[in-house]
């Protein structure tokens, strides 16, 4: 099977157009789209990743992906890597990065493997950042202990249902009055 030249260029115009695109899809995204080396140092990294760790492209390559995770933290994304790399899985977990303005986000990381002709050759990982979803579950929460100690506190038997008339509240003082 030969290729003739002009079938071979129109191949080369074709990988470098798909070339094309994907850097483009990649640098679109919201979320920070890194490549990692063997050695799980920084090869790229996309506009997302800017905007998230405050670091350019210049100054990320060539840095350790541990450098953005607070030193606690180290051992837990470096199993987690070195994971990918020997069982060629993805893996995901929620982490605490730091940015370049010492502000500590939380990301929900995926990591998946980039396979060559080698089992393992890097690791791409995509970092969304949560902080302000974790920040609405942390408020939810400290709202919810506040409302069930008021509740509490209450002298009065209180007790709330639903609006098919099924019990979904009683305080400890309803509790008390009713035996229940």
Known sequence: FRLTRAALVGQMAENEETGALLTALVQSSDDAIIGL????????????????????VAEAKGRSLEA?????????ISELLGRVRRHATAERAEFEHVTRQGQHLHVFLSAFP???????????????????????????????ETSRA?????????????SAGRIVLVNVRAEKMFGY
């Open 37 to 56: 080396d063997r050695d799980d140092r920084i090869l790229t990294w996309n506009r997302g990743a800017e905007r998230i760790y405050g670091l350019g």
């Open 150 to 162: 008021l509740l509490e506190s209450a002298a009065e038997g209180i007790v709330a249902s639903d």
């Open 68 to 76: 953005l995770v607070p030193m606690a933290r180290v051992p837990e």
């Open 114 to 144: 980039i396979r060559g002709q080698e089992p393992v050759v890097g690791v791409v990982v995509v970092a969304r950042d949560i902080t302000a979803q974790k920040e609405a579950e942390e408020a939810r929460r400290r709202s919810e």
